[in-house]
């Protein structure tokens, strides 16, 4: 009998299992199902780029929300002499007026935060609106709200900043509504882009055909499909948010008696901090609203990375190992 009869060979190169010591052979498993990912969450927690930026996004948020414990009293009162360096007693030092620089950066961090992520809801939320509407509710409709976000995003920003923050009470809530007004064209041109490409799908055409209203069809069969984009939308916003509210700040449009990183660039502006050498009196809020821009923007890419198919890192594939190449050459030299 030929090696190419033996019912042993054959039963090995048909089911690939080699048989047992009694001669019988078992079937192999049958491969396994890839489990498909647990959404965007995972797919974040998952990529490098966006687990970093939520480790030092997450590490903000909690100094903000235990300031009071890690620089508890008030924070613009005098602790010390005046332009002091980093030291035991003062880690990042005094600003010119004696305060801690440490304490305001702390406590600086509620108000940045507070805003940028306000800012980044409401101007994201308006812009799906804009969006959701220009692309759903007919031509007209759509003429005119690419007219008015046309006309929002060819007005200059800084100057349109200045203007309202100028003729508006000062105040938190004004430096929300002035960051909205001139922050939401650019996501509502974005978010209408992706909406317009989904009104064309067979499952919306299907939803109109069963008769189901506008607004579901907007928010329960269109929204859902533009989850990445939304997101990616929203971090543009709040990074626009932290960066713009430090702007207008420095400038001394916004209401400089609140702690926050813009404003203690203002008054180290004032108080000739960079004319003195007092590095460490504007070197700390600059780095802190620069961190937490690169955190956001560390999240923005893991998301594009992980809902865009084309930024996907193709998988190594694994090869067999060496004595297994080998017994599978022989065996097929064998039947031949």
């Known amino acids: 009998m030929s090696l190419a009869q033996d019912p042993r060979v ?20 049958p491969p396994r199902r890839r489990q498909r990912g647990g959404g965007l969450l995972r ?9 970093s930026g939520l480790v030092i996004l997450v590490l903000f948020v909690l100094m903000a929300v235990f300031a009071p414990i890690l620089a508890p009293g008030d924070p613009t009162l005098i602790q010390g002499i005046g332009s002091q360096p980093p ?28 805003v940028g992520f306000t800012v980044g809801i409401l101007a994201t939320f308006v812009g799906l609106l804009v969006g959701l509407a220009s692309a759903y509710l007919g031509r007209t409709i759509d003429n005119v709200l690419s007219l008015v976000t046309n006309v929002f995003l060819l007005l200059p920003g800084l100057p349109l900043l200045v203007i309202l923050a100028a003729f508006l009470p000062q105040g938190l809530g004004t430096v929300v509504l002035v960051l909205v007004i001139t922050g939401w064209a650019g996501a509502a041109r974005v978010l209408r882009s992706q909406a317009m490409s989904i009104r064309g799908k067979d ?7 069963t008769g189901e209203g506008g607004l579901r069809i907007m928010f329960r069969e269109m929204l859902p499909n533009m989850a990445s984009i939304v997101m990616s939308t929203f971090l543009a916003c709040v990074i626009f948010g ?6 207008l700040e420095f400038l001394g449009l916004g209401d400089i008696s609140t702690v926050s990183w813009g404003t203690n660039l203002y008054w180290a502006s004032n108080d000739g901090a960079l004319l003195t050498g007092a590095w460490w009196v504007f070197v700390p809020p600059g780095v802190c609203i620069a961190l937490v821009a690169f955190a956001l923007a560390l ?38």
């Open 43 to 51: 797919g974040l927690l998952s990529n490098a780029k966006a687990t």
């Open 242 to 247: 932290i960066g713009a509210q430090a702007g």
């Open 203 to 209: 499952f919306v055409a299907a939803s109109q055909v």
């Open 87 to 114: 030291s035991a007693d003062h880690w990042l030092g005094t600003t010119a007026k004696g305060q801690d620089v440490l304490a305001l950066n702390v406590w600086g961090s509620r108000s940045s935060l507070f």
């Open 299 to 336: 999240v923005n890419y893991g998301v594009d990375e992980t809902t865009n198919p084309r930024l996907r890192r193709p998988r190594r594939r694994t090869t067999p190992d060496a004595p297994t190449r080998v017994a599978a050459r022989t065996r097929k030299e064998a039947v031949q």
């Open 10 to 29: 054959m039963a090995e190169l048909e089911l690939g299992t080699p048989p047992g010591p009694d001669g019988k052979v078992t079937a192999a498993p």
